[in-house]
């Protein structure tokens, strides 16, 4: 076998670590050759919200990043493609690469996802129900309204399901069922919008949402003890809703406002620089908010 030294490189996995490799490699003058086994790259981090201990936004990381990667003459990006053999020595080594088939020229794709519209496979999906959906007098006239009012409007499920979510606190299923009938959309593709969008619920919740902050400076500030507190207060755990359904208790990474940890939120009220003592208070507060509301 030949012992001259070859002088590229193959970088097997396109994450957030394969990526930054295959930049400091291809700025060292070594061509490089990225291989990723999914159609494209970025791995798992692309997929995140936040990055600890910064809580930075991953995308915002990643970004210039993927483009540098994309545009330097020094990588060659083999996405959906596997390492099936590899031979030879350090310095010269020779592999064997299966590249899967993209049935699109990826010269030509734009990124427009018409081939997905017009792919004659393609997922099947849940059959419109034709059995009656039956609704309350009272939500069945407040879904026709929300219905009523986007009827007119291109792409109207989104704000549909928005103004359903925002009536009723969350997304309950006959009124899915009756939506998908009323507007001819399939009930899997309301559920792949429902379920994509941590805005939408498909858990009844309470009339209350008490909200706290779980990033960086509220968990070094406390937050931690004011989850137990109200836990203690309320007698449910974080995801849970009390049993007379005025509250339900959640976390969210990040308010954007660390100069008030720790943080919580109710609905849309912010209480700031917390002690346990306080959440005792914060509750009474709400209780008695309902109680003049009934009586």
């Known amino acids: 076998m030949d012992k001259k030294k070859v002088g590229s490189v193959l970088v097997v996995g396109a994450g957030i670590a394969g990526i930054q490799s295959s930049l400091d490699l291809a700025n060292s003058g070594y061509k490089v050759y990225l291989l990723e086994q999914t159609p494209s790259i970025g791995g798992t981090m692309a997929q995140l919200d936040k990055t600890f201990p910064t809580n930075d936004c991953a995308m915002c990381v990643m970004s210039p990043k993927l483009v540098e990667c994309g545009r330097h003459l020094n990588i060659e990006i083999i996405t959906n493609a596997e390492l099936k053999k590899v031979v030879g020595e ?3 080594f020779k592999v ?4 899967h088939p993209r049935y699109v020229d990826e010269d030509k ?3 427009c996802a018409a081939c997905t519209q017009h792919c004659p496979v393609t997922v099947a999906l849940y059959p419109i ?11 069945r006239t407040k879904v026709d309204a929300i219905l009523e009012k986007y009827k007119d409007m291109k792409g109207n499920l989104l704000p549909i399901l928005q103004s359903i979510n925002t009536e009723f606190r969350y997304l309950p299923e006959k009124i899915i069922k009756y939506v998908s009938q009323e507007q001819n959309v399939s009930l899997s593709k309301i559920y792949q919008i429902a379920t994509f969008y941590n805005t939408f619920h498909l858990e009844q919740r309470g009339k209350h949402i008490i909200t706290v902050c779980i990033g960086t400076a509220c968990h070094v500030q406390g937050a931690p003890g004011l989850i137990e507190a109200i836990e203690n207060e309320l007698n449910i755990k974080v995801g849970e809703t009390t049993r007379d359904m005025n509250f339900t208790l959640e976390t969210a990474r990040c308010f954007g406002c660390c100069g008030l940890a720790p943080v919580i939120t109710v609905d849309e009220d912010v209480h700031g620089k917390l002690k346990r003592a306080d959440i005792p208070k914060i509750i009474k507060h709400y209780k008695t908010m309902e109680e003049k509301q009934d009586a």
């Open 90 to 92: 350090a310095g010269n």
């Open 96 to 99: 064997e690469v299966t590249k």
């Open 109 to 111: 794709c734009t990124g």
């Open 129 to 139: 129900e034709k059995d009656p959906i039956f609704l309350k007098p009272e939500d």
